[in-house]
């Protein structure tokens, strides 16, 4: 969940997917001017992006990017006045099929975080596998601010990525994190000047689309041990290793490693 400012239009929320035939990069694109507040037919239009991007061949790779003022600047908040515990129950349980979505999506995501990033906008990059940001992007979890707290993920992602005290103080204080602090608590992966952190993203996702099917076993491997035991995450861990072997790419790679040298085979993603 959420805390930004609301949309001035009352419009059914754009989110689209844009998808460059050549490269195979798929672009999930927020745009609910001006700041692409979220609210439940946003979170509605995301799952069903993020679906479409899961089952299609010409997507190897996703950027998840909004406009230059923000990726999200946070929910919607006029449906707020009008929930009560239930209804904010549904809310949640709609939010978050959108983001465990994008979070198991077996293909490789970065978040283009331009602007503000806010609650849902935070949970919304944090969902993704690498965040890409602006040299200006601000993030933070302001729930409470509101008297609520993230309902998105963001109590567990974020103590996931940046650790649990780092997490307790953004959440508790409702901070904002500038592009300083961000990369040294872990937050964002790469910061870049504003007219070139799209571009970076966009190369970077190309190079991933490329790559082989072990990228995707190597996703599942990570996301799937960070809850196990270690003796559990470590069998996991076999298992995916043996699957790769299954992979035609495993053999283009192997069989190219010698005929070639390292790092120059082309893989099928198959």
């Not at 969940?1 to 844009?18: C, E, H, K, N, Q």
């Not at 966009?202 to 196990?228: N, Q, R, V, W, Y």
């Not at 790419?249 to 040298?261: E, N, Q, T, Y």
């Amino acid at each position: 969940m959420a805390l930004g400012p609301t949309d001035a239009s009352t419009d059914v929320p754009a989110v689209r997917l844009d998808v460059d035939a050549a490269t195979r990069v798929g672009t999930l694109v927020l745009d609910r001017p001006p700041l692409n507040a979220l609210d439940q037919a946003s979170w509605r239009s995301l799952s069903e992006r993020v679906a479409e991007a899961a089952v299609r061949d010409d997507v190897g790779a996703l950027v998840v990017r909004g406009g230059p003022r923000a990726l999200a600047a946070g929910a919607d908040v006029r449906e707020f006045l009008g929930w009560d515990e239930d209804a904010a129950m549904r809310a949640a349980e709609v939010m978050h099929a959108a983001l465990d979505a994008l979070a198991a999506l077996p293909k490789v995501s970065i978040a283009v975080v331009t602007g503000y990033a806010l609650g849902g906008g935070c949970e919304l990059a944090l969902a993704c596998d690498l965040r890409f940001a602006a040299d200006n992007a601000k993030m933070g979890q302001p729930e409470v601010l509101l008297g609520v707290l993230p309902g998105a993920g963001g109590t567990q992602r974020l103590p996931r990525l940046v650790g649990v005290g780092r997490a307790k103080d953004l959440v508790f204080t409702g901070r904002m994190v500038d592009m300083v602090e961000a990369p040294r608590i872990g937050l964002v992966d790469r910061v870049l000047p504003a007219d070139e952190v799209l571009r970076a993203a966009e190369e970077t996702a190309a190079g991933f689309a490329a790559g082989p099917a072990s990228l995707a076993l190597a996703k599942h491997a990570i996301d799937g041990g960070m809850d196990l035991s270690l003796p559990a995450a470590l069998a996991a861990e076999r298992q995916r290793f043996a699957a790769a072997f299954a992979t035609e790419d495993a053999r283009i790679g192997v069989r190219s490693f010698f005929d070639d040298g390292p790092g120059v085979a082309r893989f099928t993603g198959r």
